[in-house]
């Protein structure tokens, strides 16, 4: 196994009667892109926040690199660079500046302080806006700038908390793409939190799954879909016309089937093994047009319906 990197035992964090983050167990080897995925007020920021050396637990233990994130939160901050859903830069500064002043505070002199920022602003794709004020960049060239604002003090982690929000689909895709080249590239492991089930399908080699401030699942999206869906691992999908009630009958009780779901003439089929061929063959018998037949994965569309709507 790889070196983790990042280690919580029995993490908890209470305000009060309200328990934030209960008992969270997780290591994140080196290398490793893994997303913490929940919705909102689920307890993903403030597990960043104790990450961080930010807040303290009520019990439990977190360490980041090899140090405790509550005594030595200073050599945390050292190791690990944090993008919040929001940066924070000096708008009457241009891009290259904030960088270059970032720079100064990790103690690096301004030749390699300038040759840093200048590599990482075109690593970024931000070399033709070096020279402009940070004010006037977009949500998404913020949150490039932000990257390379993390990453000037070339840490061992970084931590990305909700970094697409109010980004544009073009913007996320090159986002998340600059991500995944910086983790294999680089070697950086790295935590993304967030809602967005697509984005953190698209990126993340294992996924978390947090609600109400525990963490129910761990794994790669087919471990996960293998855990949840055990007794029905087959999910087909096709599209029929005109989908008559007695061709639904009929495909509902096929042996082997174990559910099916309907949106328009689309349907999904659960099944405890490939009944493609079955499926067609009562399509036709059924007098129903098969416009389209495919065995599907399992994604995190289905495991988030299951352990969240579904009252795992």
């Known amino acids: 196994m790889r070196e983790p990197v990042i280690v919580l035992e029995e993490l908890t964090k209470q305000y009060g009667d309200h328990v934030a983050v209960d008992h969270l167990s997780l290591t994140i080897p080196r290398g490793e892109i893994f997303g913490l995925l929940g919705p909102n007020g689920a307890g993903k920021s403030t597990t960043i926040l104790m990450m961080l050396g930010l807040t303290e637990p009520t019990s ?33 500064l241009t891009g290259l500046e904030n960088l270059l002043f970032t720079a100064r505070l990790n103690g690096l002199s301004r030749e390699e302080g300038t ?34 604002d993390v990453l000037i003090k070339e840490p061992e982690v970084i931590i990305l908390d909700e970094p ?83 061709f639904l009958e009929s495909l509902a009780a096929m042996d082997g089937v174990t559910g099916v779901d309907k949106t328009a003439n689309t349907l999904k089929i659960h099944a405890r093994r490939d009944v493609s061929a079955d499926i067609a063959r009562l399509a036709v018998s059924a007098g129903e047009s098969l416009h389209y037949l495919a065995q599907q994965e399992y994604g995190l569309d289905e495991i988030y319906h299951r352990y969240f709507e579904g009252g795992m």
């Open 60 to 92: 439990g233990s977190v360490h980041v690199c090899g140090h405790n994130s509550t005594r030595e939160a200073i050599e945390v901050k050292r190791k690990v660079g944090y993008l919040p859903d929001d940066v924070g830069f000096y708008d009457d």
């Open 164 to 246: 697409t929000l109010g980004i544009d689909p073009e913007g996320v895709r090159e986002f998340l793409k600059l991500i995944r080249q910086l983790s294999k590239e680089e070697g950086l492991t790295v935590l993304l939190s967030s809602h967005h089930l697509h984005q953190v399908q698209q990126i993340c080699d294992r996924v978390g799954l947090f609600v109400a401030g525990r963490l129910l699942a761990v794994g790669d999206v087919p471990g996960l879909s293998r855990q949840l869906f055990g007794q029905e691992a087959v999910l087909i999908e096709t599209r029929v016309s005109p989908c008559s009630d007695s």
């Open 115 to 148: 040759a840093r920022a200048q590599a990482l602003l075109a690593r970024v794709g931000l070399e033709e806006h070096a020279g402009k004020k940070a004010g006037t960049y977009s949500r998404g060239m913020r949150q490039r700038l932000g990257l390379a």
